[in-house]
């Protein structure tokens, strides 16, 4: 079984900085696309970056110049280095990975991390 554990989420202030993390465990064969997604109260979740596994990156308008995707392939993980936060910025922030075990490919997803950003 594929679980995805995202931790680094909190209260920042307009203009502070956040690093989330998110890590895949389980039986993992191989894990192709990975990024981070966010939903707002009353909106529907949107797409914040992506990374393929050749380290190709993707950003949401709103977010670009100010995040950073990356990934380490060896520990399975996906960062979203958040800059320059604003309070729109605050949501649930879920990350999300392609990931094919022994037996399957499917799309997996985390619990979700609160990001909050107010003074």
């Known amino acids: 079984q594929v679980q995805l554990v995202e931790s680094g989420g909190g209260l920042v202030q307009p203009g502070g900085s956040l690093r989330l993390s998110c890590a895949a465990s389980?039986?993992?064969?191989?894990?192709?696309?990975m990024g981070w997604y966010r939903q707002a109260p009353g909106k529907q979740r949107e797409l914040v970056a992506t990374i393929t596994s050749g380290g190709n990156t993707n950003y949401a308008d709103p977010v670009k110049g100010r995040f950073t995707i990356s990934r380490d392939n060896a520990k399975n993980t996906v960062y979203l280095q958040m800059n320059s936060l604003k309070p729109e910025d605050t949501a649930v922030y879920y990350c999300?990975?392609?990931?094919?075990?022994?037996?399957?490919?499917?799309?997996?997803w985390g619990q979700g991390t609160q990001v909050t950003v107010s003074s």
């Open positions: 999300n990975a392609d990931i094919r075990t022994i037996r399957t490919r499917g799309d997996y």
């Open positions: 389980g039986r993992i064969f191989s894990i192709y696309g």
